[in-house]
């Protein structure tokens, strides 16, 4: 594969809501490139570095990228996963695996490593919407070899957040719904949006 450019992430629109405001502002400024699921081609991926997908991704379509997107991410490719892996898109990541009865104390977040995209949020702001707590996370997709944990779940700190460098490139893998619909109540929905981009987009370290 060619060498990826330095800079520039596509924000995948699996969903017919319209991109948030952070979102179309990124997007004014050069940071990202819209695209919609039939959009995404192999010449669209290798002219950016970075990808951006949410919960409704259609990871049976995203099965026919998986070769791609593994060469991809190993010429540095960023990729910030949202949601519950289903689906073998990344052939070294195991399928999702939910919590068994979970109670509050399950939701409570440890972070266990730093990341540009978390840093300095104090993890109790995340943990419940309009408190109501799970909306974070309620499982883990499993860690590939390598992979450092970023968030943990409860007691046995279940790791809803993790980072895998792949080559020269890496997977941020949030399994909950979309990172930047927490927080919401602290005003946490746009800095997430808007770390997610820099992240993707090569502007802030991998780790």
Known sequence: MTELPERGAIWLRSAFAEPSQTVRAAEAAGRVTVLTEPELT???????????????????????????????????????????????????????????????????????????????????????NRGVAGFYGRGHNPMPDGAIAVTGLGPARVPVDWLWPVGAGAVFSHAGNDLWGAGLEHGLGPVLTDRAIAWATGETPCA
């Open 42 to 128: 192999h010449a669209a991926l290798r002219a950016h570095r970075g990808l951006i997908t949410d919960t409704q991704l259609d990871q049976d379509r995203a099965l026919g990228w998986a070769a791609e997107l593994m060469a991809w991410l190993m010429a540095g490719g960023r990729w910030l996963f949202n949601g519950h892996m289903l689906r073998p898109i990344l052939a070294q990541a195991a399928p999702f695996v939910p919590m068994a009865r979970p109670g509050r104390a399950d939701f409570v977040q440890t972070r266990l490593a730093d990341h540009p995209i978390l840093a300095g949020i104090d993890p109790a702001r995340l943990e419940a």
